[in-house]
C-alpha cells in the first residue's frame, strides 16, 4: 500500500512539476524584455520549489493525522470536487431507474413463468 502511495505522489509531484514548466514557458513567451524572461523563469522555478515544500509539509501533518482521519478528509475534498444533479436532473434520472427496475422486473416474471409451464410440461406434475 505504501508502494503504491509513493508512486501516485511522485507522478503528482512530476505533474505538478511540467504544470510550472509550461507556466514558465508561458511567462518567457509573454514577456518580452531579454532580461525579463530570466526572471520570470527563476520566480517560476521558485514557486514550484515552495509549492514542493508545502506539500511535503502537508504530506507530513497527514501521517501525523493518523489513517482514519486522513481518510475522511480525502473523502470530504472529494466530495466537494464532486458537480451534484441540479433538482430536474435528479428527479429524471430516479424516474427513470425507477421504471427500469419494473421493466426489468415484469421480464424476469414473466421469464419465470415460462420456465415454471416448461418444467410442469415436462414433469407432468401439477404444484
Do not use: C, H
Not at 46 to 72: E, M
Not at 102 to 121: A, E, K, P, Q, S
Request: charged share 35%.
Amino acid at each position: 500500500m505504501a508502494k503504491k502511495e509513493r508512486q501516485k505522489r511522485s507522478a503528482r509531484q512530476e505533474r505538478q512539476q511540467k504544470r510550472a514548466e509550461r507556466e514558465a514557458q508561458k511567462a518567457a513567451a509573454t514577456d518580452k524584455g531579454p532580461g525579463s524572461s530570466k526572471k520570470a523563469a527563476r520566480a517560476k522555478d521558485d514557486d514550484a520549489a515552495a509549492k514542493k515544500g508545502s506539500q511535503s509539509a502537508k504530506l507530513a501533518k497527514t501521517k501525523k493525522k493518523g489513517r482514519i482521519r486522513s481518510y475522511f478528509s480525502g473523502v470530504r475534498t472529494e466530495l466537494r470536487r464532486v458537480q451534484w444533479p441540479s433538482r430536474p436532473e435528479l428527479i429524471n434520472y430516479s424516474v427513470a431507474a425507477i421504471v427500469m427496475l419494473i421493466v426489468v422486473g415484469v421480464v424476469v416474471y414473466i421469464v419465470d413463468l415460462g420456465f415454471v409451464n416448461l418444467f410442469r410440461l415436462y414433469t407432468g406434475l401439477r404444484g
